[in-house]
C-alpha cells in the first residue's frame, strides 16, 4: 500500500487544519488505518484513526478538537484537527495496517505558533 499524505503547514494556535492521506488501494480492504504524530525529540503516537472493527478512537491529547474521517470514494482519510495547540506540532504520519505488516506515507509537517 502506497499512502501520500498532505495538509500540513503553519497555522496560528486555535486555527485549524485538514490532513489528507491518499491510498493506493481501497481503503475497504485495508483493516485499519490511523494518524500519527512525531514531535521533536518524541517517540512518534497515534493520534487518532479507525481499527479493524469500525471503530475509531484518539489519543486523549486529540479527543473533542480532532476528527478522523474517509472517503471510501477516493480511498482517502483525513484528520480533521481544530483549536490547534502548539503542542500539536510535528510530522504527521499516515498509517495503514494489514496482517503483520505496516504502510507509512511519507509524513506532512505541522506548525502551531503560539
Known amino acids: 500500500v502506497q499512502l501520500q499524505a498532505s495538509g500540513g503547514g503553519l497555522v496560528q494556535a486555535g486555527g485549524s487544519l485538514t490532513l489528507s492521506c491518499a491510498a493506493s488501494?481501497?481503503?475497504?480492504?485495508?483493516?485499519?488505518t490511523a494518524w500519527y504524530r512525531q514531535a521533536p525529540g518524541n517517540q512518534r503516537e497515534r493520534v487518532g484513526g479507525?481499527?479493524?472493527?469500525?471503530?475509531?478512537t484518539y489519543a486523549d491529547s486529540a479527543e473533542g478538537r480532532f476528527t478522523f474521517s474517509r472517503d471510501i470514494g477516493k480511498n482517502t482519510v483525513f484528520l480533521q484537527m481544530n483549536n490547534l495547540k502548539p503542542e500539536d506540532t510535528g510530522v504527521y504520519y499516515c498509517?495503514?495496517?494489514?496482517?503483520?505488516?505496516?504502510?507509512w506515507g511519507q509524513g506532512t509537517l505541522v506548525t502551531v505558533s503560539s
Open positions: 488501494k481501497s481503503i475497504l480492504r485495508i483493516p485499519a
Open positions: 498509517n495503514a495496517y494489514e496482517t503483520h505488516k505496516n504502510y
Open positions: 479507525i481499527n479493524s472493527e469500525g471503530e475509531i
